[in-house]
């Protein structure tokens, strides 16, 4: 990828999940973009434990999204959107 992108696009940096969200806002979404071996959403849950967001409470949804899943990811959107909890939607892209 470095060779046709450039190095700017093919090195790794570190995020801060909390500043991310702090630049946010209530109706904004946060997409995250990853590389193989990158996975954020350990950050995710830290920065929701800490603010009152967690799969215990009921107000944390994360769905892996994948054949059959639709109406699963449907349903948590509808709850998530209407009381306003956090929802990850994670989709694996394979290359064929």
Known sequence: MEEK????YAESRSLDF???YEESGRETAIFFILSPGV??????E????KIG???E???FHNVSLGQGQESV??????IAAR????IVLQVRWRRV
């Open 83 to 86: 009381n306003g909890h956090w």
């Open 53 to 55: 967001f967690s799969v």
């Open 73 to 78: 990811a449907e349903t948590a959107l509808d």
């Open 57 to 59: 409470q009921e107000n």
């Open 18 to 20: 909390s500043v991310s």
């Open 46 to 49: 830290k920065l929701g434990h």
């Open 39 to 44: 996975d954020p959403l350990k950050d995710v």
């Open 5 to 8: 992108l450039g190095a700017k």
